[in-house]
């Protein structure tokens, strides 16, 4: 009978004791980290990559894209504007806004000269001298010498009306009858005698204006030109 309890008791004793022995293993192998962590050893992909030389800049931790994408999400979910005031009372009520056109203000844009600017962004160098202030207008005395060199040429000049051509007619000598005080001169025209008294036109042309001893006056009626014909050298010697 005490060699059955004894055997049952050692049975016991061993079956705690492998439970505990199970328990701790379990606890030493999942539960609890290493003791002390073993070194570990480099991978041959390591080793190569950093045996080889580096060609660029190599950057820690995560990448400039995934930092920059987190940063503008993290900025678009803050910064979120709104047109609207926040103040019911700053609020614009659509039924009071006018919709008339207004051109006149639009003609005042259109009119506005667009003007961009004088230096070019892309090529480097100094910037272009500003413009040059507009000269001084000088006000001219008028009866200067420069005001007369400046002012305007005056309309030109009227042309001379041509000259009568003077008669080609021979004085020969005058007549007249008895009691008659009208005198007759005598004129060659070439190979032919004309004769004509005071007042008379000869070649429907020369009228004589006043016949005298050495002379006579005629008159060119195309031209209202009056020349004094003398008498003929022969006629006088």
């Known amino acids: 009978m005490k060699l059955g309890a004894n055997r049952k008791k050692i049975e016991m004793y061993a079956l705690g004791i492998l439970v505990l022995g199970g328990a701790y293993l379990f606890y030493d192998n999942v539960l609890s980290g290493p003791s002390s962590p073993e070194p570990s050893r480099p991978s041959r992909a390591t080793t ?9 800049p190599s950057y ?3 990448s400039p894209v995934t930092r920059r994408a987190a940063t503008a999400s993290r900025s678009g979910e803050e910064f979120r504007p709104s047109l ?3 103040r019911p009372e700053d ?11 207004r051109l006149d203000l639009l003609a005042k844009v259109q009119a506005v000269d667009l003007e961009g600017g004088r230096r070019n962004l ?9 413009p040059l ?9 008028p009866g200067s010498q420069a005001a007369s060199a400046e002012a305007p040429p005056g309309p030109p000049p009227t042309p001379a009306a041509p000259q009568a051509p003077p008669i080609t007619l021979k004085y020969y000598g005058y007549t007249s009858a008895r009691g008659d005080n009208r005198k007759h001169a005598f004129f060659l025209d070439g190979d032919d005698i004309l004769v004509a008294a ?9 009228r004589v204006v006043r016949i005298g ?5 005629m008159e060119d009626t195309q031209f209202k030109h009056e020349q004094t014909l003398p008498l003929a050298e022969e006629a006088a010697g």
Do not use: H, W
């Open 122 to 130: 892309f090529a480097v160098g100094a910037p272009p001298p500003p």
């Open 133 to 141: 202030p507009p000269e001084p207008k000088i006000k001219l005395k």
């Open 213 to 217: 001893v050495n002379s006579v006056v």
């Open 60 to 62: 820690s931790g995560t």
């Open 198 to 206: 005071e007042g008379e036109t000869v070649k429907k042309r020369y």
């Open 91 to 101: 609020r614009v009520d659509p039924m009071t806004i006018d919709p008339t056109l």
């Open 48 to 56: 190569q990559t950093s045996s080889a030389p580096q060609l660029g």
């Open 84 to 86: 609207k005031p926040k």
